[in-house]
Nanobody, 124 residues
């Protein structure tokens, strides 16, 4: 089994920044892509960003391009989401995700493992 534990959420003013972290433990995540999804109240969970196992490929939702940056440490056990220029519409619960295969990393239904989520609130 794989455990994903997010941290770093909180309350920030519009225009501010937050950095989310996701620590992975358990079985090896060799060849797993990792990423972030978010779910706002009353909405479906949506893709935010993903990074391949080798860190060479990254994907972003159009709504966060240029503002959010995903990265992964060299040990490949922690993935980060740097969120800059936050907007009120970025308010959501953010979930770390892992999937066996980068090509599936943007698809909610293809995710193999989920974290428990961390809340991000952006005040206007």
């Amino acid at each position: 089994q794989v455990q994903l534990v997010e941290s770093g959420g909180g309350l920030v003013q519009a225009g501010g920044s937050l950095r989310l972290s996701c620590a992975a433990s358990g079985r090896t995540l060799s060849n797993y892509a990792m990423g972030w999804f978010r779910q706002a109240p009353g909405k479906e969970r949506e893709f935010v960003a993903a990074i391949s196992w080798g860190n060479s490929r990254k994907s972003y939702a159009d709504s966060v391009k240029g503002r959010f940056t995903i990265s992964r440490d060299n040990a490949k056990t922690t993935v980060y989401l740097q969120m800059n220029s936050l907007k009120p519409e970025d308010r959501a619960d953010y979930y770390c995700a892992a999937t066996a295969g980068y090509s599936r990393a943007t698809m909610r239904e293809a995710i193999d493992y989920w974290g428990q989520g961390t809340q991000v609130t952006v005040s206007s």
